[in-house]
C-alpha cells in the first residue's frame, strides 16, 4: 500500500495559500481577506448595582456588563485554597470578565454581582452537605440562590460623607480583600467606612488618630445602610428520624431542628449542581 492519497480539498488550500499557485491548480475553497475585526469587548449579561438608587461618588457605576465565567475560571474558585487568600482571588476572576474594576466596587455591589454571576452561569442552586447542630447527622440539601434576599441602598443615601480630615463611604473591595489579609481585631472593621487610604492598614492608622466622636459618626452612618446588600441565609430543616435506641429510623422521632445557615461565597458555592443522580 502506498501512501494515502491527500483529499482535494486539502491539496487546493496547500495551493491556494503558497507564493506561487500552481496555475492549473483548481481552487476550491479560499478564506475571503478580511480586516481584521475591531477589538473590542463584548459583554453579554449586565445586572445593575444595589447602590445605582443612592447618591454616589461621580463616576460610581449604575451597571455592570460582564461575560460569564469560563470554566477554568469556575475550577479555580472551586479549589483555591479556601484562605484570607479566597476574596483577593475572587477580585482575580472577576475583574477581566467586568467592564469595571471591581476593586473599586463597594463590597455590597461585588458580593450581588458575585451572586449575579453564579445564578446566570451555574444554575440557581447549589447542593451542599449539611451537618445538624443538634443531631449531628450530615443531610443533602439543595439551596436555591434565589431565595437570597437582596436589598438596594436608599435613595436618600450619600456619599461620601465629609468629617474634618477624614471622608466616610461604604466599604470598598480592595479595602476589604485588604483587611481579610490580616488577622485583625473586628473593631478595626469599621475602619473600612474611611473612603481615604489605599489599603486597610492605612484606613486603620487614620481611624486610629480620630477623635471619639468620629465612632460615633460611623456607627449612625452605618446604621443607614445595615440592611444593604445580600443576605445569603438559608434555612435548613433537619428531616432526620430516630429510633429510640438513638439510631436513624424512617419511622421514628424526627429530629426536626431548624437553623439559619450562612452560606459562604466560596469554593462548594460556585460548584455547579449535578443534574443527574439524586435529586432528592
Ligand atoms: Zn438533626
Redesign the pocket.
Known sequence: MGEPRKPAAVAARRSAVSKRPDPGARIQQVAPIVPEPEVHKAFQLHTTCLTASAQMPDGYPKKIRCNPFTVGDIKTLVYAPQDEMYYETLVNVFNPLCDVDVSQLTVIDFEALILFMRVNVCGPTSAYNIT?S????VSPAIVNLRQFKLTSLPSTYSEPKKLETISLGLPRVYARMTYERINNVDMDRWALHIMEGNSAEEKIKLFDKQDPGVFEDMMKFSKAVADAGVDPTWPFH?R?KFDADGHESSTGEP?D?QEDLVVPFRGQFFLPEHTSGDTK
Not at 134 to 137: D, F, L, N, S
Open positions: 445538624c443538634k443531631c449531628g447527622k433537619c432526620k429530629c431542628f
